[in-house]
Nanobody, 115 residues
Framework: QVQLVESGGGLVQAGGSLRLSCAAS????????MGWFHQPPGLQRGLVAA???????DYADSVKGRFTVSRDNAKNTVYLQMNSLKPEDTGVYYC?????????WGQGTQVTVSS
């Protein structure tokens, strides 16, 4: 049973920083993608940042230059460093893992950015 456990969300003022962590446990073949999705209040979930096997990364245009995704292979953990946070970054952040044909989601962690 694969589990993704997120941590690091919270309340921060605009311009501040947070670091999210997602630790994957269970039997995991080499992940194709590990990343983060953002679901603003009342809106659909969308990709924020992704680490792809081979080491490339993708970012939503809205976070380029502010967010950085990284992965610790030994710990099977993916991180999202969020700097210069804006009120529109508020929402639930979900960790995502794709391995083979399987997809896994974390339970989500709330990030609230006050203006």
């Amino acid at each position: 049973q694969v589990q993704l456990v997120e941590s690091g969300g919270g309340l921060v003022q605009a311009g501040g920083s947070l670091r999210l962590s997602c630790a994957a446990s269970g039997i995991i073949l080499s992940p194709n993608i590990m990343g983060w999705f953002h679901q603003p209040p009342g809106l659909q979930r969308g990709l924020v940042a992704a680490w792809r096997r081979g080491g490339t990364t993708d970012y939503a245009d809205s976070v380029k230059g502010r967010f950085t995704v990284s992965r610790d292979n030994a710990k099977n953990t993916v991180y999202l460093q969020m700097n210069s946070l804006k009120p529109e970054d508020t929402g639930v952040y979900y960790c995502y893992l794709s391995a083979g044909v399987r997809e896994y989601w974390g339970q989500g962690t709330q990030v609230t950015v006050s203006s």
